[in-house]
């Protein structure tokens, strides 16, 4: 079996899978200084859980766009599951795509290579993969699976949290999909700005990616609050929470032999 591991800023997530497809996964709240003895206790009382056992991972690879974990989920690998496992950015493991960046591909995000990859494995066409998390991205690919680049601007969250914060009267709320976009108190107000501004966002965005690109593309949501947003715009084709998790399957299966 093969462990995947992406760890982003707000959350890590382990995926148990089999050939191509995902068996289970969990995830965990991101602290960078959490320890291989703490991540393995947890881990292994969740495969027990499933019927499941360390002894039966056999590969791992890791993503991660917080660079103090890394060392980390590296020894609980190579410590407790014996495996040495593959890092998503390390020059040496090759994506199978091309990435046409003014930067060097170590310095893109791990989880957006991985979603660049898992998109283009199952849609076979050109993407803008918009994935819900801490950062709201937008990631776009060409029709060979090249990542082309995209854009990135604040999380919903970071936005709610900014609201609480930064203001003398407003609450700390949670986002949800308003009726209406006047809000008739100051909670249906912040949740109308939040949804209809991040609604405004997406499409307005990805409409300037596709006059840039110049041909059509499929747009896929990803990501925690991707489920809230996709059926509120027409934008959102297409909702695949699998995406990542898919990409680094294949990243691992480039650079293992099968």
């Given at each position: 079996?093969?462990?995947?591991?992406?760890?982003?800023?707000?959350?890590?997530?382990?995926?148990?899978?089999?050939?191509?497809?995902?068996?289970?996964?969990?995830?965990?709240?991101?602290?960078?200084?959490?320890?291989?003895?703490?991540?393995?206790?947890?881990?292994?009382?969740?495969?027990?859980?499933?019927?499941?056992?360390?002894?039966?991972?056999?590969?791992?690879?890791?993503?991660?766009?917080?660079?103090?974990?890394?060392?980390?989920?590296?020894?609980?690998?190579?410590?407790?599951?014996?495996?040495?496992?593959?890092v998503v950015g390390d020059?040496?493991?090759?994506?199978?795509?091309?990435?046409?960046?003014?930067?060097?591909?170590?310095?893109?995000?791990?989880?957006?290579?991985?979603?660049a990859v898992g998109g283009?494995?199952?849609?076979?066409?050109?993407?803008?993969?918009?994935?819900?998390?801490?950062?709201?991205?937008?990631?776009?690919?060409?029709?060979?699976?090249?990542?082309?680049?995209?854009a990135i601007s604040p999380?919903?969250?970071?936005?709610?949290?900014?609201?609480?914060?930064?203001?003398?009267?407003?609450?700390?709320?949670?986002?949800?999909?308003?009726?209406?976009?006047?809000?008739?108190?100051?909670?249906?107000?912040?949740?109308?700005?939040?949804?209809?501004?991040?609604?405004?966002?997406?499409?307005?965005?990805?409409?300037?990616?596709?006059?840039?690109?110049?041909?059509?593309?499929?747009?896929?949501?990803?990501?925690?609050?991707?489920?809230?947003?996709?059926?509120?715009?027409?934008?959102?084709?297409?909702?695949?929470?699998?995406?990542?998790?898919?990409?680094?399957?294949?990243?691992?299966?480039?650079?293992?032999?099968?």
């Open positions: 079996m093969l462990l995947t591991i992406n760890a982003n800023n707000t959350n890590v997530k382990f995926a148990i899978c089999e050939g191509d497809r995902m068996v289970t996964d969990w995830r965990l709240k991101t602290d960078p200084a959490r320890t291989a003895d703490q991540y393995v206790v947890w881990l292994n009382q969740l495969m027990q859980m499933s019927g499941m056992s360390l002894g039966q991972i056999d590969g791992a690879i890791i993503a991660t766009v917080v660079p103090q974990s890394l060392f980390h989920l590296t020894m609980l690998c190579e410590k407790h599951l014996k495996t040495t496992p593959l020059p040496a493991v090759k994506l199978g795509i091309k990435v046409l960046m003014d930067m060097s591909p170590q310095d893109v995000g791990a989880d957006r290579l991985a979603n283009h494995v199952r849609y076979m066409k050109p993407l803008v993969v918009v994935d819900f998390g801490t950062a709201t991205t937008f990631d776009v690919v060409d029709g060979d699976g090249n990542y082309v680049g995209g999380g919903i969250n970071l936005s709610l949290e900014a609201l609480h914060s930064m203001t003398a009267k407003l609450p700390r709320i949670a986002v949800e999909r308003p009726a209406k976009a006047i809000g008739k108190d100051t909670l249906t107000a912040m949740q109308s700005g939040i949804f209809f501004g991040y609604v405004g966002l997406i499409e307005g965005i990805v409409a300037r990616i596709r006059a840039e690109f110049g041909a059509p593309l499929e747009v896929i949501a990803t990501g925690g609050l991707a489920p809230l947003f996709h059926g509120g715009t027409p934008v959102l084709q297409h909702l695949d929470q699998e995406i990542t998790t898919r990409g680094l399957i294949e990243i691992y299966r480039r650079n293992s032999g099968g």
